[in-house]
Structures are given as C-alpha cells and as structure tokens.
C-alpha cells in the first residue's frame, strides 16, 4: 500500500480529532474513505473504471463493488 505524508491544517485536524473521538475511527479509515467520495465526486466513471483498471486485477472486482455501494449511497438520498 502506498504511504503519503498528509499536513492537516488547523481547523481540519480539530474537526479529524473530534470526528475520530466520537466515532472511534483510525485515521487511516477516515482518510481513505473521505478521499475516496472526494474522488468519486470528481472523476467521472470512466475516469474512475481507467484509474483501477491500470492496477491489478483484484481492483476490477473492488471497482464493481465500489460503484454499487456509491449508486446505494446516491439512491438515499432520492
């Protein structure tokens, strides 16, 4: 897994340690899983199907499954 140095600043390490305190989540959950909805937000489905298509193959599995848990999540809030 690749490893990246992150630099909150002020007010979003607050927010990350309050969030962390109340929800009891590791920091490196809450990171992938708001980079991943930024990310989805951002790409488009193509972009996104590229992106994990040039990783191994376990990722087109991921990719399927990720893609109907964000239509789940989009279906919610209809």
Do not use: H, P
């Not at 298509?53 to 919610?76: A, C, P, Q, V």
């Amino acid at each position: 897994m690749s490893r990246k140095k992150i630099e909150l600043n002020e007010k979003v390490a607050k927010l990350t340690a309050k969030y962390m305190e109340v929800t009891d989540t590791d920091f490196n959950d809450l990171i992938n899983e708001a980079l991943k909805m930024y990310l989805f937000d951002r790409l488009n489905s193509s972009q996104i199907k590229d992106a994990l298509k040039k990783s191994d193959d376990t990722s087109s599995e991921y990719t399927g499954r990720l893609f109907r848990e964000r239509i789940d999540d989009l279906n919610r809030f209809e």
